[in-house]
């Protein structure tokens, strides 16, 4: 489970007739590094797509991801600069391309900008989360603020959710930290009663979480 931009109400291949349809493979890159910046955005019709950091050594550390019916680049329009992202295809998509004459065509309409911004706050929110996670100095506490940043979670008044967690080596990565890493961390939490495996999924408890996280943060 990713953080994730469900932007499926927000915008549909219709608010773009004069744009044209790509597609990419699975593992395909938006924005690499070795291309000259050039503005331009996109909206995904199908398929999910991973939105991370590149390091200088190359090393990507992924930050959420977005689903059918969200825009990707839109910024670079509005502050006229390239992106600082990379967007990979994590399985086969069909997306929107989107130059700036089509962008400025739809961009005039007040009820274009209202959806624009229900984007950008749901996109403050993913980027304010994964800023949050990344910023913690111990693993344990990135990991436990990604626990408690996932979307199940979104009726406060549950006491525990049961979810199926990304690999170790996707947590390590989303986290930036080793594999090994994780695996102590997780069962840590575990030892603390803060997660339980329960038929295929993995139950955690809120409170316990943020108990031991208090607890982390004072030792």
Request: overall charge positive; hydrophobic content about 45%; aromatic content about 6%.
């Amino acid at each position: 489970m990713h953080p994730q931009d469900t932007g499926s109400d927000i915008f549909t291949v219709a608010d773009f007739p004069e744009a044209e349809v790509v597609e990419l493979k699975q593992g395909a890159v938006l924005y690499p590094a070795r291309e000259a910046p050039e503005i331009r955005a996109f909206l995904l019709i199908s398929g999910e797509m991973q939105v991370a950091i590149q390091g200088m050594g190359g090393r990507h550390t992924p930050l959420y991801v977005l689903s059918s019916g969200t825009l990707i680049g839109e910024v670079g329009f509005m502050a006229q600069e390239a992106s600082l992202t990379v967007v990979e295809a994590l399985m086969a998509c069909r997306l929107l391309k989107i130059d700036e004459f089509v962008w400025r065509a739809v961009s005039c309409r007040p009820e274009f900008h209202r959806r624009l911004n229900v984007l950008l706050h749901r996109r403050l929110l993913l980027s304010h989360q994964a800023v949050r996670r990344l910023g913690q100095g111990k693993v344990l506490q990135r990991l436990g603020v990604y626990l408690l940043d996932l979307p199940q979670w979104r009726d406060a008044a549950v006491a525990w959710i049961d979810v199926r967690l990304p690999t170790h080596a996707m947590l390590a990565r989303m986290l930036n930290c080793t594999r090994e890493r994780i695996t102590r961390s997780l069962q840590q939490l575990a030892r603390s009663g803060c997660l339980e495996k329960k038929e295929g999924h993995l139950r955690i408890y809120r409170q316990c979480l943020i108990d031991t996280l208090k607890e982390v943060d004072r030792s």
